[in-house]
């Protein structure tokens, strides 16, 4: 069974992309197959997974040109679907063990005309019919990239998914975004065809500790409780005081967000896997998806496919 999972809000720049891309490496270390669909026009997701539509030097299909095609045609996804293309060695010439389990249908900027079509019969179930026929079936998740906002090309893989994650900075701006897409889902799932649809789980990203920072933590938790993937671990250490005592204090080991590090930046920038960072630094930031990917497996995967 494919379990299809899509990552929104309703505010930008809160790491939906990143959380994605790097997911997607995450499950495919655990030995599951997973296809990426990039649903956003900045097509920052494809970039990341080493795929660069090009009209003169790579004119291959997109999903532009899939949910076109999918007016007419079930199961037009699979014609669009492209290798990851992250390689290793000096030649740089082999796929990653990461990349060989990882499938990507790319986005172009052109995909910002498909907007436009939402009046079209059926345009909302587009995507849903591009997916359609079975052949979606070799993958073990898919994982749909969005825009930031709530629009059609949002709606589309609203209508097909099983889960939405909600990627957030711990801002004013950041929660409301992702209460938007709750009040969203609970409004219009069902006019969208897809009345289970379902949140999966709130990420915290780009998380600093500051005391605003923690402030909408709370409040992300109260709005979410268990639905929000709080990664927080402490542990009792003996601290030693300026004055010399010594007590046992709670000690914060593991934040509850995926830190805001220069390495997410450098990973995205290069649209390298973190995995190809074999530093200290390397494995802090791997160790976030790393949790992801257990919440993933554990809470949103079928059993059997928890690998
Ligand atoms: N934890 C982090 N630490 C440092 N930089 C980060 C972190 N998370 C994201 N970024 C950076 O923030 C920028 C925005 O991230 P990303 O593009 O993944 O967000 P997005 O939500 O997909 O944006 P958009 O709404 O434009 O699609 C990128 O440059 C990314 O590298
Ligand atoms: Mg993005």
């Known amino acids: 069974m494919t379990t299809t999972i899509m990552f929104a809000n309703n505010k930008g720049g ?19 197959d997973v296809l990426v ?89 587009r995507l849903k019919k591009a997916l359609a026929g079975g052949w979606t079936e070799a993958y073990d998740v898919i994982l749909i990239d969005t825009r930031p906002d709530l629009g059609h090309l949002v709606q589309m893989p609203m209508a097909v998914a099983d889960f939405v994650v909600i990627p957030t900075d711990a801002t004013f701006d950041g929660a409301n975004g992702a209460i938007e897409v709750r009040t969203f889902i609970e409004k219009h799932a069902e006019d969208l065809g897809n009345p289970n649809l379902r949140i999966g789980g709130v990420v915290v990203t780009r998380w600093r500790t500051t005391n605003e920072a923690q ?63 074999t530093d200290e630094r390397g494995r802090t930031a791997i160790a976030f998806y790393e949790k992801i990917a257990d919440r993933i497996a554990s809470e949103l995967l079928p059993i059997g496919e928890r690998a």
């Open 14 to 32: 809160v790491a939906k992309s990143q959380v994605c891309v790097q997911t997607a490496a995450a499950l495919a270390r655990r030995g599951l």
């Open 37 to 125: 669909i990039d649903m956003d026009p900045q097509a920052n997701a494809s970039r990341r997974l080493g795929v660069v539509f090009d009209e003169a030097t790579n004119p291959i299909p997109t999903i532009s040109e899939v949910l076109l095609a999918a007016s007419s045609t079930e199961g037009a996804g699979q014609g669009a679907v492209t290798p990851c293309t992250w390689t290793q060695g000096d030649e740089g010439q082999i796929p990653t063990a990461e990349a060989e389990r990882i499938d990507l249908i790319p986005s172009r900027f052109d995909l910002i005309n498909r907007a436009d079509e939402a009046a079209a019969v059926g345009a909302v179930r």
């Open 215 to 277: 402030y909408q933590l709370e409040g992300l938790t109260q709005e979410f409780g268990d639905l929000l993937w709080n990664m927080r671990e402490t542990e009792m250490r003996e601290v030693t005081s300026t004055d010399g005592t010594t007590e046992l204090k709670e000690v914060e080991t593991f934040p509850p967000g995926i830190k805001e590090l220069t390495r997410f930046t450098e990973a995205d920038g290069a649209a390298v896997s973190l995995s190809a960072y």
